[in-house]
């Protein structure tokens, strides 16, 4: 019954619970040593129920900031480092600001990973929370087009940290993969996610039958 208590631990080490508890492939529960006895506990899920019932409740868990230290770091990329990172830096009195290319926070989280896996306004309280920190948010702004590392360290940033992403698909190094039609899975996902119109008709063939191809296989239907 302290799940307040046991929020206050899981967040030191993870400011997303709740979207972890959807999406984590709960390596951890392989090593639970309950499994030698009869089955692992079901860690992924504990960790959801105790942040939902945060994320529901009107005083939310807020962890304690340090004093401000009156330094600017800035943070290029609001998926799931620069979002991590930029938790972090608020705890510790820093002023941290996140400059993001895409519409809204999230990255993989928001443009990676269909609707069904992880409803995006779980993601959007989590994101809040951490906003609701005292960190800044710039979306719709590009590295090296909107600013540069020198602008930022001319703007009086102390720090930067580049949490850029990853998002370049796996090559299946066959013939024909960049031929016309041939969609990468993550490229799909992220155009899909921005509601970017793509002319896709007739029959769709998904190569891959892992978490993306399922998501892929899904929006496509």
Not at 95 to 109: C, H, K
Not at 119 to 140: A, F, Q, R, Y
Not at 197 to 221: C, M, N, P, Q, S
Request: hydrophobic content about 40%; some cysteine; proline content about 5%.
């Amino acid at each position: 019954g302290k799940y307040k208590e046991a929020l206050k631990l899981i967040k030191q080490e993870n400011p997303f619970p709740s979207v972890c508890g959807r999406v984590c492939n709960h390596p951890c529960e392989e090593a639970c040593m309950r499994g030698k006895v009869e089955q692992p506990i079901d860690i992924m899920h504990l960790k959801r129920f105790v942040a939902d019932l945060d994320l529901n409740d009107a005083t939310k868990y807020v962890p304690q900031i340090k004093e401000k230290k009156g330094k600017k770091i800035a943070v290029v990329g609001a998926g799931p480092a620069g979002l991590s990172c930029a938790y972090y830096l608020a705890l510790k009195g820093y002023d941290a600001q996140i400059f993001e290319s895409l519409p809204e926070a999230g990255g993989m989280l928001r443009y990676g990973i269909p609707e069904y896996r992880l409803p995006k306004d779980i993601l959007d309280l989590e994101v809040n929370l951490i906003l609701d920190l005292g960190v800044k948010l710039s979306t719709n702004v590009t590295l090296g087009k909107d600013y540069t590392v020198s602008s930022l360290k001319e703007d009086g940033f102390e720090a930067i940290f580049l949490g850029l992403g990853a998002w370049d698909s796996s090559k299946m190094r066959v013939q024909g993969e960049e031929a016309e039609g041939v969609l990468p899975g993550i490229e799909f996902l992220k155009n899909f996610s921005l509601r970017k119109k793509r002319d896709i008709h007739g029959k769709v063939l998904v190569v891959g039958g892992g978490i993306t191809g399922a998501g892929i296989a899904l929006e496509a239907a």
